[in-house]
């Protein structure tokens, strides 16, 4: 079993929808938790971060960890074509050593 | 700024050659990494190198070695290339300390293994 656990999709939705994104992991001792959105043929980029459990908003995104069900959301409120991208879920016990889900593709529908 | 910079961009090997992809990051970060990333399976590290003259194993270590060249270069050798390596290899740098430093990612070496 993978320490984390993401659905690959592929998620498709019209413009101007919420894209809602969940992980789940194992390992009780991550602490920190971000998203990173990768764009086609380009390396990851780090979107959200959350520093143990709560929820954070930054513009259009909402990330949410709830560490008692050891799982991780996040939220894009209306979504844009632009958003369209890989978004991969990590976590660390400490500073500097992530742990990636697969990544969840998303397209949006102009 | 370039940030991070992986060389080659492309490469195609035949099995049981070797190669060494190159990361070099201008950001005087102290630490680097080498993940590979695989349809389904995510990011999964390779080696790391939490400051200039250490290196660790990571998740996949088999079949691969690494040089902390110097604190701006991170290289990785592929002795031996086998298609199961056949991947796309991305390296990161960051400055880890509190609150947290984000991983820095180059755009990737896409490695063919025939």
């Known amino acids: 079993q993978k320490e984390v656990e993401q659905d690959p999709g592929p998620l498709s939705v019209p413009e101007g929808a919420i894209v809602s994104l969940n992980c789940t992991y194992s390992?009780?001792?991550?602490?920190?938790f971000m998203w990173y959105r990768q764009y086609s043929r380009k390396g990851p980029e780090l979107l959200m971060y959350?520093?143990?459990?709560g929820n954070k908003e930054d513009g259009r995104f909402t990330a949410q960890v709830d560490k008692s069900s050891k799982y991780i959301s996040l939220f894009i409120r209306d979504s844009q074509p632009s958003d369209s991208a890989t978004y991969l879920c990590a976590m660390s016990p400490n500073d500097y050593k992530l742990s990636f889900g697969a990544g969840t593709t998303v397209t949006v529908r102009a | 700024n370039a940030g991070v910079t992986q060389t080659p961009k492309f490469q195609v090997l035949k099995t049981g050659q070797s190669m060494t992809l190159q990361c070099a990051q201008d950001m005087n970060h102290n630490s680097m990494y080498w993940y590979r990333q695989d349809p389904g399976m995510g990011l999964r590290l390779i080696y790391y190198?939490?400051?200039?003259?250490?290196?660790d194993k990571g998740e996949v270590p088999n079949g691969y070695n690494v040089s902390r060249l110097n604190k701006r270069e991170f290289s990785l050798r592929l002795e031996s290339a086998a298609p199961s390596q056949t991947s796309v290899y991305f390296c990161a740098s960051t400055l880890p300390g509190h609150p947290y430093q984000p991983q820095h990612f180059g755009d990737g070496t896409r490695l063919s293994i025939l």
């Open positions: 190198s939490a400051s200039e003259g250490t290196t």
């Open positions: 959350t520093y143990s459990s």
């Open positions: 390992n009780s001792a991550f602490q920190y």
